[in-house]
T-cell receptor, first 116, second 118 residues
Framework: DAKTTQPNSMESNEEEPVHLPCNHS???????IHWYRQLPSQGPEYVIH???SNVNNRMASLAIAEDRKSSTLILHRATLRDAAVYYC?????????????????FGKGTLLTVNP | DVKVTQSSRYLVKRTGEKVFLECVQD?????MFWYRQDPGLGLRLIYF???????EKGDIPEGYSVSREKKERFSLILESASTNQTSMYLC?????????????????FGDGTRLSIL
């Protein structure tokens, strides 16, 4: 399984941008990069995913390095509700009977604290 | 919105008991997953299922089994509970990635069952 490396924790101020880094130096050419977050007392929640190009959605932006060995999740204006553990994950494909299904291997993530 | 419902938020059982954790999803998803989450270890995949009556072992299947008799329901079974199975258990579901290799579907998680084995 390809691995990711994230800082254990980061701190931000409310209404400021947050850049959450992730290193994945052993990424293969077909590995998708997924980000999930887990708010306190809840299950993980999908945030965004990408392959090569930068991606934007209503929750966040994902910037992927040209060599794909690292990526950054960008929260444009952090709110108190964004305080969570953020996971950077490489999708693992499991092949069965001609169909490709995948699993996500979660690491320890980055604990984001947002200060008011 | 997709809803994944786990039958209990908190559960306390005794060593040696047979324990059933139930998960139901309402989005007609083919794929369902069981994870456990422990401090310092992150989430680890126990089992997953890509169709009714089909199952695949994840990274830590020992001591567990699963059942998928209906598409919407995926059960995790601890055959003989032990104290090292005290953990937070999370269920998830998703649509399949499909035959096209470059497709992705998010996994939708329940809020977890905190299981204590005494």
């Amino acid at each position: 399984d390809a691995k990711t490396t994230q800082p254990n924790s980061m701190e931000s101020n409310e209404e400021e941008p947050v850049h959450l880094p992730c290193n994945h130096s052993t990424i293969s050419g077909t590995d998708y990069i997924h980000w999930y977050r887990q708010l306190p007392s809840q299950g993980p929640e999908y945030v965004i995913h990408g392959l090569t190009s930068n991606v934007n959605n209503r929750m966040a932006s994902l910037a992927i390095a040209e060599d794909r060995k690292s990526s950054t999740l960008i929260l444009h204006r952090a709110t108190l509700r964004d305080a969570a553990v953020y996971y950077c994950i490489l999708r693992d494909v499991v092949k069965n009977s001609g169909c490709s299904n995948y699993k996500l291997t979660f690491g320890k993530g980055t604990l984001l604290t947002v200060n008011p | 919105d997709v809803k994944v419902t786990q039958s209990s938020r908190y559960l306390v059982k005794r060593t040696g008991e047979k324990v059933f954790l139930e998960c139901v999803q309402d989005m007609d998803h083919e794929n369902m997953f069981w994870y456990r989450q422990d401090p310092g270890l992150g989430l680890r995949l126990i089992y997953f299922s890509y169709d009714v009556k089909m199952k695949e072992k994840g990274d830590i299947p020992e001591g567990y089994s699963v059942s998928r008799e209906k598409k919407e329901r995926f059960s995790l079974i601890l055959e003989s509970a032990s104290t090292n199975q005290t953990s937070m258990y999370l269920c998830a579901s998703s649509s399949p990635a499909g035959t096209g290799f470059y497709s992705n579907q998010p996994q939708h998680f329940g809020d977890g069952t905190r299981l204590s084995i005494l």
